[in-house]
């Protein structure tokens, strides 16, 4: 399958106007389920650009009855993501020592974005799935976050090995969210953006409002 990946030289050409949109709190509006497995100390996960939001709600109000999204990450600091992604990118580099430098930068950016560039830095991405209306989390093929590896690439949002109900699910997740104007990151079903620079290169916007950001306070 062919991906535009995060580390493209094109999603970095993009550029930024930032427009100074603040991070809102997602769990102050109330309107969407917040799982709390990404939790930290300081709540930086649970925010997010306030049109992002404003467009996530639009999208849960087009979901069948009986369906609510369950949000479980947004906004993450440049100094997470960094993290992040070097980490990942070592292991990646220790498993594959015949990789160049370049092939473990790309390959890393299937699962962790360059931080950069990262979406959800710039508060413009959220990682989400469906729940019921007794708020259990529905099939879609994989665990949140499970890498190409592990998932033997069940990861990526249009895979084929996963079963008929977990289509479905994924189907209507992307239906939705896409009529409210975002866009996947095809190798990971969950993600889910608008407003950065990986979401202007997909929908053709010359520039992109929103780029990484560092509030004073969270």
């Known amino acids: ?34 799982d709390p497995r990404k939790e930290d100390g300081s709540g930086a996960f649970a925010y997010l650009r306030q049109g992002v939001l404003h467009r996530l709600l639009h999208a849960q109000s087009l979901l069948p009855d009986g369906m609510r999204l369950l949000f479980v990450e947004g906004y993450r600091p440049p100094g997470l993501q960094h993290r992040y992604f070097e980490e990942y990118a070592a292991v990646l580099g220790r498993d594959n020592p015949g990789w160049s430098q370049e092939r473990v930068r790309d390959e890393a950016s299937r699962f962790v974005s360059p931080p950069e560039i990262a979406p959800h830095s710039a508060g413009a991405a959220a990682d989400l799935t469906l729940m019921d209306a007794d708020g259990n ?33 994924r189907n209507t997740l992307a239906l939705v969210l896409s009529e409210a104007g975002l866009v996947n990151y095809a190798t ?31």
């Open 1 to 34: 399958m062919s991906v535009v990946l995060m580390s493209d030289q094109r999603v970095a050409a993009v550029p930024v106007r930032e427009c100074g949109e603040p991070l809102v709190d997602v769990r102050a509006h109330g309107a969407l389920r917040v």
């Open 137 to 169: 989390e529905l099939d879609l093929g994989t665990r949140m976050n499970a890498d190409p590896v592990e998932s033997e690439g069940a990861c990526y949002t249009s895979a084929t090995n996963i079963g008929a109900e977990a289509t479905a699910h």
């Open 188 to 218: 990971e079903w969950w993600h889910w953006s608008w407003g950065d620079r990986y979401w202007a290169l997909q929908t053709n916007n010359p520039t992109a409002p929103y780029g990484p950001t560092e509030p004073e306070a969270i």
